[in-house]
């Protein structure tokens, strides 16, 4: 027995040592320093599993489905699987169960600086098979072969003693991808050549279990130093990636991706910018690039980073911006959320499927609006200030005393609000235009709507509005738009836009009894959103709904009118007249079952926002259908 136990610790030791040996590394201590933008999976495996419970894959494969389905998938794999295997030599199903543990997608900077004569960013794919390493290899080798007897360019380089097949490419040698992405045509400018295009490289090894694929052999070069024990700068390293690392992916999620946005945009501030060229003068002005990219507020944007997690009471998608706010102006600053109630008012009824609240402070977001504009364009505050100069001198005409900076700028508040209802009607415009309603706050909000009125009606050129009717002691004003029409709809019909003032907010919408709803709201028959069961709940995993930015969608009702109005429109092809030509015989709406039988699988989503002095956070969870359960 003492002979025994030795032994078995000895062999358990060996087995661990060597199970340490096989463990490949994750993405970001295999990565280098200088890299751009990752996309990952940590754990391919448990992403697959993950994915096959998940509402929308079994939704996809359920039965009744089946009829639709098939006949998508089936145009699917004639017109670009098929064609792409041909093209590349391979089938795709032979290496469909081949990600075991990372799949990892990345650009690298690899000496691009912008310049046309500079390298362009490396492109890398990482795929571990794990205990299908020997498989990997087998499929390699047959893939090597086909090339070569397919007469493609392919020889051998080592890298780091690891040997790598260099193959290559140009459009022409993936025809499938060149007609789905077509490029754009030349275009000669004057007195300047033409470039000429430059035939790609696909350098591709293994490692282990480890697929290492990559645009050139430097650009895989520093993967295979960090697998032998390179001491070169890795992904981990950049401080930036490491405290995104610590905060957004941490807890195993599912997916990941990061951008380095400090680093791309450090590049293009720095690329010179074109001189003219004065065989084609162009009528713009040119624009900095620097300049812009400061005044956007995007040069104080140092990352993007967003993470996928998935459990049993749902899934989760968080996007954060690092952007410090001591840094932060333009665009971030402008759409910063403030930290105030953005829970659904109580007039927001029930029966909405859209909402949206949005807390964003006007009157700081107009300046910074307005320091932008002149930053970026010269003479862009002074044409912004001409044209509402403009707009003043027309109203004047009717009303001596407007004035848009005084009775609609300053008068905004800091408050969003639109919500939305389930489509009507039944035809396809329906669907594309359901009733809604968009309100801001207002400081005085009668002033404001008469201005919006005012201003709305010389914008369309429709001097033929009536008069504002009374509606429960408030005043409804209506501006007639121009005609709407969709494809083989015929010719547009009218349609207007209603305007009205109440509760401290203005009010627009093209559907008026969504107006009339809103202004008889103080009767607080009707039951409210905000006691939706399971909203407080699902909030909570977005942050709460006190950060300033908060909505919700309910899919389950919104997938019941979609389902009827494509059924009922499919017969007269009004439907497939939304999708490009090519996609026409793809979807096949009179396939689509009776929404009952797939109902289960659709519930309700909420998304959160919030601005701290790190960032900004945007977050998205989407509880479990309970029929699913």
Partial sequence: MTTKRPRALAIALLAAALSLHAAIPPAENLLPGDTLLLVTAPDFAAARAAARQSSGWRFWNDPAMKPFHDKFMAQWNAQFIAPLEHDLGVKFDDYAGLPQGQFTFAITQNGWNGADDSPPPGLLLLLDAREKGGLLKTDLDALRKKWTESGKSIHTESVRGIPFSVVTLSSNDIPTLAGMFPRRPPVQELGKEPKPEKPGELVIGQFQSLLIAGSSTKVVEPVVAHLTGGAAPALRDNAVFAADQLAQFRNAPLYFAWFNTKAVFDVLAHVPQEPPNPEAPSIFPSLST?????????????????????????????????????????????????????????????????????RIDSQKSWAELQKMTDAIWPGGLAGLNATIDTINGLARKKDPDFDLRKNLIANLGDDFISYQKVPAGNTLADLNHPPSLFLFGAANADQTALAVKNVATMMYGRP?????????????????????????????????????ASGGYVALTSDVSMLEEYLRSDAGQARPLRDTPGLTEAAQRVGGAGNGLFGYQNQRETMRAAFSLLKKSAANDTAVMAFPKSFRDWMDFSLLPDYNQVSKYFYFSVYGGSATADGLSFKVFAPRPPQMN
């Fill in 290 to 358: 620097a300049a812009t990219l400061n005044a956007s507020g995007l040069m104080g944007l140092k990352s993007v980073s967003l993470a996928y997690r998935e459990s049993h009471d749902g899934s989760l998608l968080n996007l954060y911006l690092s952007a410090p706010e001591a840094a932060r102006q333009g665009i971030l600053k402008i759409f910063a959320a403030v930290p105030k109630d953005a829970n659904p008012p109580v007039f927001v009824p029930a029966g909405v499927v859209k909402f949206s609240r949005w």
């Fill in 464 to 500: 033929d509005a009536p008069e504002p009717r009374d509606f429960l002691g408030r005043k409804i004003y209506t501006i007639p738009l121009p005609g709407r029409g969709l494809p083989g709809a015929g010719a547009p019909g009218s349609r207007s836009l209603y305007c009205a």
